[in-house]
């Protein structure tokens, strides 16, 4: 999970806080997600962009910008995703195999084929339709008639840039502020 919290203080008046919480719970939901939708960001790497058929950070199935979620708490606001993958997206770091490489589908059609039955399902997929081997740095694959081609390239490691959409910045807390000094307004009238 990650998320941005807005923590509000012990208070000692007789105003409820919830209006201006769920406000700024709200507010910040959608400035995340509109962030995904047209932030900029470092450019995906040329296979990225080759599999997903786009140049478009962080968009490519739409999972992500769905995924942001908010609740309020009796002295929260809390707005988040728990999405696989938002947290490296987001802050950027290095995935490294926990085995001996990591296998990254070279074509659209293997990513599909992952998506659907995993990698092992979908290795084991490719055997029983046609030749699959492996070379210092990717699997390879042939149908009986069919050229050679890669369908997966092995790595040690990837490094995922920094593409920060969960934050709050300046104009965020003056949005909020706003929220709560309403609420203060309207309980002194």
């Known amino acids: 999970m990650i998320e941005v919290t807005i923590k509000v203080k012990e208070h000692s008046t007789d105003f409820s806080t919830s209006k201006a919480l769920s406000r700024s719970a709200r507010y910040l939901a959608s400035k995340t997600q509109d962030r995904i ?80 039955r995993g990698t092992s399902g979908a290795f084991d997929y490719l055997k029983k339709r046609g030749s699959v081997w492996f070379t210092k740095s990717a699997v390879m694959y042939r149908t009986k008639k069919g050229k050679p081609q890669v369908v997966w390239i092995l790595k040690k490691s990837v490094t995922i840039p920094q593409r920060r959409f969960m934050y709050m910045d300046d104009e965020d807390l003056k949005k909020i502020r706003g929220y709560f000094k309403e609420i203060i307004y309207e309980s002194d009238t």
């Open 37 to 116: 939708a047209h932030g900029t960001y470092q450019q995906n790497a040329p296979l990225t962009v080759a599999l997903k058929r786009s140049s478009k950070p962080l968009a490519d199935t739409g999972l992500l910008l769905t995924s942001i979620t908010y609740r309020t708490e009796a002295d929260k606001a809390i707005v988040g995703t728990n999405r696989l993958g938002a947290r490296i997206n987001n802050e950027g770091g290095v995935i490294t195999a926990k085995k001996s490489r990591l296998w990254i589908p070279a074509q659209r059609w293997v990513k599909k084929l992952v998506m659907g």
